[in-house]
C-alpha cells in the first residue's frame, strides 16, 4: 500500500512539472504613454505571470511619461514642464529619472555636435503650434515665419541648462529658454521599462512604442532570435504601410526615426517635425534612419541625429557608437553598415 500511495503522489508533481515548463506567447497593449501606442509581446507559463510583467512596464513608462511631459501638470509631480515654466526664476527640484535623462541629453548634444538638443523647445514649440494648428484646419495650414524661427533659436543654448546633481535640481538661465527631450525621451523610457520588467523575471518578448522596439531573449518556441519587422516610410494607394524589412535579433533595440511620423501638409507638401538646428527646417536628406543598439535610448538619440546628419557624418556617428544602422535615401535607394546587413532579411530573400 505505502508503495502505491508512493506512485500516486509522483505523477501529480511530474504532470505540475510539465505545466509549469511550458510557455505560451501573450500579448497586451495601452495607448496612454508618449502619446502612442504601445504593445509587449511575450512567453510566460500563464496570463498572470505575463500580466505581471505588463503591470511594470506600463507603471514605468507612465511614470517616465510624467516625469517627462513637457505640455502637462500632474498633482505632486514636479516635471519638465514645471522647469520650463520656471525658466529664468528658480531652480526646480527634480526626481532622478530627468536629472539621469538630462545628462544624457547633454552628452548626445556633444556627441552630436549639437544635432541633437533637447534646448530647441522653443523652435519645436513653434512647429508643434503650426503643426497642431494645420492638423485641425488643413486649408489654412502654414509655416512657420523664419524670423519668428530664427529668433527662437537665439535661446536654445544646452550650456544655459544647469544640473545640480547634489540638490536634484535643473535650472534654466534662459528665461525663454525650453526644453524638449522628444528625441531621447521614448527610448530611455522603453528601455527603463525593460530593465525593470527582466529584474522582476520577463525573460523572453519585447517592447514595441511608436518606432522603439526593445528586445530581450529568446522566443521560448524553438527559435534563437525575434523577427521585428521595420515599417516602411512609402504609403501604399490603400493607405497601409507594409514592412520594407526585418530584423533578427535578440538582447537589442530597433529604432526607427522617419519622415512618414507626426506630419501635417501645407500647399501639397508634407513636413514633419523633426527639425534640423542648422536650416530650422523638416530634416529632408532621408526618408528613414533604424537604429540597431543594445540600449534603447542610445538608439533613439542615433536615429534622431543620423537622420538629420549627412550620410557620411550619420555612419561615423552609429560606428562610434558601435551600433548599426540602414538609411533609405530621397530615391528609395539603401545604405546599411555591415552589422545591420547580416541581421537584415533583405539579402536573405
Not at 510557455?23 to 500580466?51: C, I, M, P
Not at 535650472?171 to 525663454?176: A, E, G, Q, T
Request: proline share 4%; glycine share 8%.
Amino acid at each position: 500500500m505505502r508503495k502505491k500511495r508512493l506512485i500516486i503522489i509522483i505523477i501529480p508533481l511530474f504532470v505540475l512539472f510539465l505545466l509549469l515548463g511550458k510557455h505560451s506567447r501573450y500579448t497586451a497593449e495601452f495607448y496612454d504613454v508618449f502619446d502612442t501606442h504601445t504593445v509587449v509581446v511575450g512567453y510566460a507559463r500563464s496570463q498572470r505571470e505575463f500580466q505581471k510583467y505588463v503591470d511594470v512596464i506600463h507603471s514605468e513608462m507612465l511614470y517616465l511619461h510624467r516625469q517627462f511631459d513637457i505640455y502637462n501638470d500632474y498633482v505632486g509631480v514636479s516635471n519638465l514642464k514645471t522647469v520650463n515654466d520656471s525658466a529664468g526664476v528658480a531652480p526646480v527640484a527634480v526626481e532622478q529619472p530627468v536629472l539621469e535623462l538630462l545628462k544624457l541629453a547633454a552628452a548626445a548634444y556633444r556627441q552630436t555636435g549639437g544635432t541633437v538638443n533637447a534646448a530647441m523647445g522653443s523652435v519645436l514649440c513653434i512647429w508643434h503650434e503650426y503643426r497642431e494648428r494645420g492638423l485641425e484646419d488643413g486649408p489654412r495650414a502654414a509655416l512657420p515665419p523664419m524670423q519668428l524661427l530664427e529668433e527662437a533659436r537665439l535661446h536654445t543654448s544646452m550650456e544655459d541648462v544647469v544640473l545640480d546633481e547634489a540638490a536634484s535640481t535643473v535650472f534654466l538661465r534662459d528665461p525663454r529658454l525650453r526644453l524638449d527631450v522628444g528625441a531621447i525621451a521614448k527610448g530611455y523610457a522603453v528601455q527603463k521599462a525593460m530593465d525593470k520588467a527582466a529584474a522582476a523575471g520577463f525573460s523572453s518578448g519585447f517592447i514595441s512604442a511608436g518606432g522603439n522596439v526593445s528586445v530581450t531573449g529568446k522566443p521560448k518556441d524553438g527559435r534563437d532570435l525575434w523577427r521585428v519587422g521595420i515599417q516602411s516610410p512609402v504609403v501604399t494607394e490603400d493607405g497601409s504601410q507594409p514592412y520594407f524589412d526585418s530584423v533578427s535579433v535578440t538582447d537589442l533595440a530597433v529604432v526607427t526615426s522617419g519622415d512618414y511620423q507626426r506630419f501635417y501638409v501645407v500647399d501639397g507638401l508634407a513636413y514633419h517635425h523633426i527639425i534640423d538646428p542648422e536650416t530650422l527646417m523638416p530634416a529632408d536628406r532621408f526618408k528613414a534612419v533604424t537604429v540597431l543598439h543594445p540600449d534603447s535610448g542610445i538608439a533613439d538619440m542615433l536615429s534622431t541625429a543620423a537622420f538629420i546628419l549627412s550620410y557620411e557624418q550619420g555612419i561615423a556617428l552609429v560606428e562610434r557608437y558601435g551600433a548599426n544602422a540602414v538609411w533609405i535615401l530621397r530615391d528609395d535607394t539603401l545604405r546599411m553598415t555591415a552589422g545591420y546587413e547580416a541581421v537584415s532579411a533583405i539579402n536573405r530573400g
